[in-house]
Every structure is written in structure tokens, then in C-alpha cells.
């Protein structure tokens, strides 16, 4: 098992930026590719970033791809998303997760993740 925490989540204005932290216990943290979701009100969960076990790799989704950036502090145990210029449409909780070890990089949908974070809001205010 592996347990993930979000923290960072807040309310920002446009334009803006935060940082979302994941801190991770249990199971060898860099054993494990690493992503973040989103989900709106109203929508499926999205697929936003992901980076490899090493953090030699990262993919990400069109809509934020040279705003965010994730990274990993595998001494930490920790996967960070930092968020710049954001926009009132990436309102939403924001989730990480723990990618099947089994899988290919990048993992981009949610049946390849196996652990589950409980989520942190992140709210655009235009």
C-alpha cells in the first residue's frame, strides 16, 4: 500500500500561482511513476502530468503544458505540481497518484494508477 497526502491547494487569483505538494508513505516511493488529476465540477477526472520513478521523464496534458511543472524529491518522498499563469478553468480538486509499476511511461489515464490521494482545491478566481 501506498498513502498519498495533497497539500497547497487554495483559492488564487488569475494569473497567478500555487504549488501542490504530495507527500508519500508506505510502500518505496521510487518505485513508482507519478501523476496528478483533475476533476471539475461536473466532469470526469483529467489526466494533467505525470513523471517517471526516476524523474528523468515527465508528460504532459496539452492544457498545461508549459504552465505547470511536476517534479519529485524521491528522498522526500514527495511529487510536487508547480502551477503558473493559471486560468479560471483549471478550477478543480487536484488528485496524485501512484502509477501500476507494471505499466509503460507515460501513464495517462486513471486505471493505471493504483494509489489514490484524497484530493486538494485548487480555485481560479478571474
Known amino acids: 500500500q501506498v498513502q498519498l497526502v495533497e497539500s497547497g491547494g487554495g483559492l488564487v487569483q488569475a494569473g497567478g500561482s500555487l504549488r501542490l505538494s504530495c507527500a508519500a508513505s508506505g510502500r518505496t516511493f521510487s518505485n513508482y511513476a507519478m501523476g496528478w488529476f483533475r476533476q471539475a465540477p461536473g466532469k470526469e477526472r483529467e489526466f494533467v502530468a505525470s513523471?517517471?520513478?526516476?524523474?528523468?521523464?515527465?508528460y504532459y496534458a496539452d492544457s498545461v503544458k508549459g504552465r505547470f511543472t511536476i517534479s519529485r524529491d524521491n528522498a522526500k518522498n514527495t511529487v510536487y505540481l508547480q502551477m503558473n499563469s493559471l486560468k479560471p478553468e483549471d478550477t478543480a480538486v487536484y488528485y496524485c497518484?501512484?502509477?501500476?509499476?507494471?505499466?509503460?511511461?507515460?501513464?495517462?489515464?486513471?486505471?493505471?494508477?493504483?494509489?489514490w490521494g484524497q484530493g486538494t482545491q485548487v480555485t481560479v478566481s478571474s
Open positions: 497518484a501512484a502509477g501500476r509499476p507494471e505499466l509503460p511511461f507515460p501513464q495517462i489515464v486513471s486505471p493505471a494508477y493504483a494509489y
Open positions: 513523471i517517471r520513478w526516476s524523474g528523468a521523464n515527465t
